[in-house]
């Protein structure tokens, strides 16, 4: 089935540094990709749709500024948090639409310090 | 703006006995929903999904009914088990586009 490999699965960065989290899709084109954020006990909550060669569409309330979305080409999103704070700690989980429906990565946990 | 919610945000079950989580949703439009499973610290795995020319779907263990006269889902789990223990969360989306999560219910089995 399709797969979609969210990498790095935890990463600890000081405040002010941006991070970089990657989802790659492994047997398939993800022509579309989502990328959720998650606070703890919370649901995931939709940052911004993705299309392979154009800009991202945000969600209201997120700042385009601070997370980065490039998918610059169909086996390939990332999302950058830059001048991360404290609280962008969070769970980070990317989805890719598919044939059959929606597949989603293992998710980042991102601890900001 | 819309959502999709859950009337009880936690569950508790006995070993062997069923399950039924149920979500309320709001936009009319959607037409397709689907049940997943979040373990902690882990992304969410499909459970089932239905699309809204259908008011019930079963899988293993699992059935989803959909009654859009009153946008309600419900997930029913047959004979839970320890390793159903998990959030559930529903979604809806219009097909293809992007999904909306309710805001999830903890199921824990007792022993």
């Known amino acids: 089935g399709a797969v979609v490999s969210q990498h790095p699965s935890w990463v600890i960065c000081k405040s002010g540094t941006s991070v970089k989290i990657e989802c790659r899709s492994l047997d398939f084109q993800a022509t579309t990709m989502f990328w959720y954020r998650q606070f703890p006990k919370q649901s995931l909550m939709l940052m911004a749709t993705s299309n392979e060669g154009s800009k991202a569409t945000y969600e209201q309330g997120v700042e385009k500024d601070k997370f980065l979305i490039n998918h610059a080409s169909l086996t390939l999103s990332t999302l950058t948090v830059t001048s991360a704070h404290p609280e962008d700690s969070s769970f980070y989980i990317c989805?890719?639409?598919?044939?059959?429906?929606?597949?989603f990565g293992s998710g980042t946990r991102l601890t900001v310090v | 703006g819309e959502s999709v919610g859950l009337h009880l945000p936690t569950l508790s079950v006995q070993e062997g006995d069923n399950s039924i989580i149920n979500c309320a949703y709001s936009?009319?439009?959607?037409?397709?929903f689907i049940w997943y499973k979040q373990e902690s610290g882990k992304g969410p795995q499909f459970i089932i999904d239905?699309?809204?020319?259908?008011d019930k779907r079963q899988g293993q263990r699992v059935t989803v009914l959909l009654n859009k006269t009153v946008k309600h889902l419900s997930l029913q789990i047959a004979a839970t088990q320890p390793g159903d223990s998990a959030v559930y969360f529903c979604a809806e989306a219009r097909v293809a586009q992007k999904l909306v999560f309710g805001q999830g219910t903890r199921l824990t089995i007792n022993p």
């Open positions: 989805s890719a639409q598919t044939a059959y429906g929606y597949t």
């Open positions: 936009n009319s439009a959607s037409d397709y």
């Open positions: 239905i699309r809204s020319n259908m």
